[in-house]
């Protein structure tokens, strides 16, 4: 669980007004402009701008990820530490049961409001392009043990496919990760996706098993190589943090529908630590992320919209 929060964080954190100010400042650097193009606002009484040319009056979050949810920003800001600071992150069921730091005797969001706003987080950490690795990049198609869904709820168990690319530094470290559930296995979809991926590494040395489709990598400007399996390590590296991640934050439980998200989780987590990234990197890369994102309805995030 997160410890503590550090006084840089209670100091622009501890607030609903410091909150709001944080956001205006990471939304409005040069000063805030309304839809309609002005740039001449006050503040209400209530926090809201109000356009002297329109009169629209708009909040601090309207129009961001942290839109809609009716809890205080406080609270947001106080998950996405608790997501930042805790090496695995955390399941909905334990966010739900953390307890508000205000009142001991009520938990800080009840599960429904948990599981919504981390997969609202999950929507922001969507991957990118692999970069130059200045060493080789590995790609593979590896299965997935997911569950299955039904209207009525589990139906079971079944095996997803996650195209996974990996960077491999000249050191031998692995220098990032890119994961994506593939929908089929026909080659177009592979070849787009894989596309994607590698759209910043052309020219890079790219490894693949004997067989497994990726032959067409040359073609595309790539230097393809071959190995086993045993030699992917980064891959391989990959693929067993992925699923202790799945048994040790979410028991196994990651659902195929909302598969994609968890990937995004997964490798936000997995590239900041290839980087190094201290807990207050990763909370301003979070924070930057919800401030710039778009909003997502409880509909929206049901049907995995993205």
Not at 112 to 120: D, E, R
Not at 204 to 224: D, I, M, N, Q, Y
């Amino acid at each position: 669980m997160a410890s503590h929060p550090p006084s840089w964080l209670i100091k622009r954190f501890s607030t609903e007004e410091r909150c709001r100010a944080t956001i205006r400042e990471l939304r409005w650097p040069g000063g805030f402009r309304c839809w309609c193009g002005s740039d001449r606002a006050n503040i209400n009484g209530r926090g809201l701008f109000r356009c002297q040319d329109c009169q629209k009056q708009t909040s601090a979050v309207s129009g961001t990820t942290l839109a809609g949810a009716r809890i205080p920003l406080v609270t947001w800001f106080s998950i996405l530490w608790v997501m930042s600071e805790t090496h695995s992150g955390i399941s909905a069921s334990a966010l739900a049961k953390m307890p508000d730091p205000d009142d001991d005797d009520r938990n800080l969001v009840t599960y429904k409001t948990a599981w919504l706003l981390l997969q609202k987080i999950r929507g922001v950490m969507q991957q990118t392009p692999i970069e130059p690795s200045h060493g080789r990049v590995e790609v593979s198609l590896e299965d997935l043990e997911v569950v299955e869904l039904s209207q009525f709820g589990r139906k079971g168990k079944k095996t997803a496919q996650v195209l996974v690319v990996v960077k491999e530094r000249t050191d031998g470290s692995t220098g990032g990760a890119w994961l994506r559930q593939v929908p089929d296995l026909e080659p177009e979809s592979l070849r787009g996706s894989l596309v994607d991926a590698l759209e910043g590494a052309r020219g890079e040395e790219v490894w693949s098993t004997p067989g497994s489709g990726f032959e067409w990598l040359g073609e595309a400007g790539h230097r393809h190589r071959t190995a086993m399996v045993a030699g992917l390590l980064g891959v391989n590296r990959v693929m067993e943090e992925l699923r202790a991640w799945q048994v040790r934050t979410h028991w196994g439980e990651m659902s195929e529908k909302h598969l994609g998200a968890y990937l995004d989780e997964f490798a936000f987590r997995f590239n900041h630590r290839c980087r190094h990234s201290s807990s207050k990197e990763i909370f301003e890369d979070l924070v930057h992320r919800v401030v710039t994102g778009k909003p997502r309805t409880f509909q929206d995030v049901i049907r995995g919209k993205a």
